[in-house]
């Protein structure tokens, strides 16, 4: 029987030996397809944390001049983690393509150009930042819409191309505020057909598309888009546009600087009534994402002002769950000084603000007054006005602050007083006018002339005397 038990031992260890390979095959082989699903997932962008829009700031001036450069920005490297670490999450990058397409078919963009925006994206794209590319002042095409149509299909159709394997965290924008012979009807079927175009190579990307007149809210009514879950509708907001365009060269007329934004209920309400506006549209049409591609205040409207404006208009899209993007970061609205390489932190605070910081405001109509910033809640600012006397012959001289709160708040000296920081606070330097001086000129004048007339009077009865008189004795 033990030749049975060697040949059955034998048949046996044969069974074993062709499990063990079997199993050795398995866990090899399955070793080897995790690792290839890993990398293939590592390719794989939708399983990445999907991108993230909220807060936005645009660089502007920039891609969009003729030349990157002509209007005093050259976007460096560095600006994407400055961007990132104020707390951003998306740039948007206006690009001036038709300055660098050929004007005849097949309307080539030049390789150079493409390589500068491919570093541009690459870098913001890099700090994590959701990256928003646009067609940015295509004058051209607002004059003579039907003769730029296939130039502008053909620019996007390039676009498309060269971009159609980057993450999904690079969004498109059609064109930026399409107006003038840009009608909404033209605009509706312009738009249609550059989405198709892109479609081709990007089915799914985000494309944001904004209504005609300049993307203003009053004309997304007239706005038509094709069934396309990823569209994202984008709108502009410079209300009031006196106040926000004050000084600006590029306007014409330029509207007169000086005008203050003090938050008034009027104020206010114009710059909710627009954001509801928006929303209403976005909820009728089956919740579509909104996205307030631009809002800012230029440099000559005053800071607080523009602090004010600033806060109320991101806190109220917030509120409304709108993605914003500020215009902009280191020109003449910039909310960041390349020079100094600092932020203006009245504005970054007001777009980002800090937890448990508010904004205290002082003003004056005359001189200046210093204090104005960002103070932890339970601190005192410090405002004090420069100088308390104007002018020579009518005085203003300065009478009290408005606004202070009696119990909380210290007078240090006539014109300086601290200010006990326990929510936003304005504050207002109250002047009168002292005639004083003027009526004791004025007196003096008058006494001296007074007294010329009267010597003059004298002087006549005197010479009516006859001389006889006098020599009479
Ligand atoms: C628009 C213009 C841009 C301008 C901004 C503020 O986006 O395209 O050039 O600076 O509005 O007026």
Known sequence: MKPNRTLFSESASKIYNAAALILISIVVCSMFLRETCSLLSAQDYSSEPKPKMSRGINIGNALE??????WGVYIKDEYFGIIREAGFDT?????????????KPPYKISDE?????????????????????NVHHYEEIMRDPLGHRERFLAIWRQISERYKDYPESLYFELLNEPHDALTS??????LLHAIRVIRESNPTRKIIVGPAGWNSVYNLKDLLLPSDKNIIVTFHLYTPFEFTHQGAEWVNPSPPVGKKWLGTEGEKKQIIDELD??????????????LLGEFGAYSKADMNSRVRWTYFVAREAEKRNISWCYWEFCSGFGAYDPRAGKWREELLNALIPKMGMHYVSADTEHGSISGSGWYYEGTYATIKLERTEFGFLILEVFDHFEGLNPEKDRIIDEGTVEIYVDGPREVKAIWRRDYTRLILVVGVIGIVCALLILHSKVLKIFSQIPLKIYFKK
Do not use: C, Y
């Open 185 to 190: 009807e033209l605009w509706n079927d312009l």
């Open 277 to 290: 506006m928006a929303v209403k549209w976005a909820m009728e049409r089956g919740n579509i994402p909104l």
């Open 113 to 133: 150009f493409f390589r500068r925006v491919d570093h541009i994206i690459g870098k913001a794209l890099e700090q994590n930042l959701t990256v928003i590319i």
């Open 65 to 70: 001049a003729p030349e990157e450069g002509m």
């Open 91 to 103: 740039v948007r990058i206006p690009i001036r393509w038709s300055a660098h397409a050929e004007e």
